[in-house]
């Protein structure tokens, strides 16, 4: 509590007792830890500006004034407003967040603690809604599915929770599916993965076959392969052998299992049994 009490420097602009009980500012810290009824209660409930409410102005870049705009709420549906704080926030991160996200501590504002600054505001809402943030699509599936669960329209949350999990199977099985293909494809072909100058850190230019390969397969419009090697931030990585370990592992560690990954002596084992397969595909039956 004392560690989420430091990561908002906003300080309240008006007095609780002139706001809605279901303001998100006064809960944000602590309604993930609400029961599920409380929860349920304060979603449906949550306050919301009417088009009459006089939002405050703050002074901002080059002193000129600035302040929230009434059509945020209609454009993302997922945004909240808070008349405490005069900030706002991700509704189905603060609840959800915890339980959904992965690497949280990167993602602040909206989330822990409310973004109150709106020249850049707009930018800072594509941003979040544009499907790059793990937390933010899995909490508003989370939201969705507690919400219709609380209805008597699914299954319990429990059971919810196990679907957005598999989802992420599903989604990381999809990303394997063409990065194992260009796999196959070198070693059918009798091409090295990494090149012969691979290792050379001083030449972008450089690159191993599998890194080119991958680069063709975005070229030719594969979205999946492009979003994986986006979200894992590879733009640092020098040789085919690390890539290979990054991509892997990440996927491998849900959509296969931590379990069974740790198995593998090295991930070079991986595509030895990949290859293998291919080859073989029915070596795995009994006769």
């Known amino acids: 509590a004392r560690i989420a009490s430091l990561l908002s420097s906003r300080e309240p602009v008006c007095r609780k007792e ?9 809960v944000y810290r602590v309604i993930a830890s609400f029961t599920d009824a409380e929860k349920f209660r304060f979603i449906e ?28 709420l209609v454009k993302y549906p997922w945004l909240v407003y808070s008349k405490y704080l005069d900030g706002a926030f991700c509704l189905p991160c603060v609840c959800f967040g915890v339980e959904c996200g992965k690497n949280g501590a990167k993602l602040d504002k909206l989330f822990r603690s409310p973004l109150t600054f709106w020249t850049t505001a707009r930018g800072k809402f594509d941003s979040h809604a544009s499907g790059k943030s793990e ?17 008597r329209q699914t299954a319990p949350i429990d059971q919810q929770l196990n679907q957005l999990m598999q989802a992420q199977i599903d989604e990381n099985r999809e990303k ?17 993965l990494r090149g012969k100058r691979d290792d050379n ?3 972008s230019n450089l690159q191993g076959n599998f890194q080119a390969l991958l680069e063709f397969r975005i070229d030719s419009g594969d979205v999946k392969v492009k979003e994986h090697i986006e979200n894992l931030n590879l ?21 296969v299992g931590q379990e069974k990954l740790l198995n593998f002596v090295d ?10 397969l291919n080859i073989f595909p029915n070596m795995h039956q009994k006769k």
Do not use: Y
């Open 18 to 26: 002139d706001c809605s009980p279901f303001d998100i500012g006064t």
């Open 45 to 72: 409930s949550v306050w919301k500006p009417d088009v009459l409410f006089e939002f405050p102005a703050s002074k901002e870049t080059c002193g000129k004034q600035r302040k929230f705009r009434q059509e945020w």
């Open 135 to 151: 937390i933010h699509k899995f909490s508003v599936m989370a939201m969705q599915n507690f919400l219709a669960a609380m209805r």
């Open 176 to 192: 394997m599916k063409s990065i194992v293909k260009t796999v196959i494809f070198c070693g059918q072909n009798n091409i090295p």
């Open 201 to 203: 850190p001083d030449d």
């Open 235 to 255: 733009t640092l990585v020098k040789n085919t052998h690390d890539m290979l370990n990054i991509i892997f592992k990440k996927c491998f560690l849900v959509s």
């Open 267 to 276: 991930l070079n084992q991986i595509f030895i049994v990949v290859l293998i």
